[in-house]
């Protein structure tokens, strides 16, 4: 279990470049990973946690959020609109609203519901047509959009393409939220999350690093 030196890494880097270690926030990644590892990084004091997929969070997160107090649960994958009130009603935060009709979605649930999670704008910086996320030059219209529709944009998030330094990509994500006055930036992972750091990154979602690798068998 690497928690506790994942929280060593991210305080030093915080440190080496000027910043708070508590500015940045640790999202442990829990997809895939099975219940007891999950367990064993809730007993060591983690609280919060990403999943990817909402069928999955929603199988697993319940019962443990009747176990532990104060969990609090990060969306960092696609989101389908018609699984939008699930995850709305499931996670405190969403790091891939990415397309006008989910944030449309999400506006109207969030009056029927009454509440919202924090949003974040996933940004394709990579432009690979694969991945989620908003294009480069789409970004700045998107957010405005979903602020027209009333919501607020707490933060962007994107992931670098496999085979490119993501410094790059950091980079760019960094500038597209400071033109748009977006404050939070969720980037980097367990191979890159002190780059990130040094580059402004609020969130670093660890998955493999803390819970060892995912074993998709
Ligand atoms: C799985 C996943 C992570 C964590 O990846 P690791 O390399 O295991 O740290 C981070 N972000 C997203 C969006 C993911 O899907």
């Known amino acids: ?7 060593e890494r991210i305080a030093a880097e915080a440190e080496r470049v000027g910043r708070a270690p508590d500015s940045v926030q640790l999202i442990a990644v829990s997809k895939v990973q099975p219940n007891e590892r999950v367990a064993a990084v809730l007993d060591a004091g983690q ?8 069928q999955e969070a ?17 969306l960092i994958g696609p989101l389908q609109t018609n699984k939008a009130r699930q995850a709305m009603e499931l996670f405190d935060v969403i790091h891939t609203v990415d397309r006008p009709k989910l944030a449309k979605t999400i506006a109207r649930l969030a009056g029927e519901l009454g509440h919202c999670p924090r949003l974040f704008v996933q940004v394709n910086t990579g432009e690979e047509p694969q991945k989620a996320g908003v294009l480069p030059v789409d970004a700045d219209g998107f957010i405005q959009e979903c602020r027209d529709l009333g919501l607020e944009i707490g933060g962007l ?3 670098p393409p496999a085979d490119e330094e ?5 980079a760019l994500l960094k500038k597209i939220a400071a033109r748009n006055g977006v404050d939070g930036l969720s980037m980097g992972m ?15 979602r660890v998955g493999s690093a803390i819970f060892g690798e995912r074993d998709y068998g």
Request: proline share 4%; net charge negative.
């Open 1 to 7: 279990m690497g928690l506790a030196e994942i929280k």
């Open 47 to 54: 609280r919060v946690f990403g999943e990817n997929k909402v």
């Open 58 to 74: 929603a199988g697993k997160w319940p019962a443990f959020k009747e176990q532990y107090d104060g969990v609090e649960l990060h």
């Open 157 to 159: 998030m994107c992931i």
């Open 166 to 170: 993501p410094s790059l990509h950091f």
């Open 190 to 204: 367990s191979g890159d999350f002190e780059t990130a750091i040094a580059q402004g990154a609020t969130h670093v």
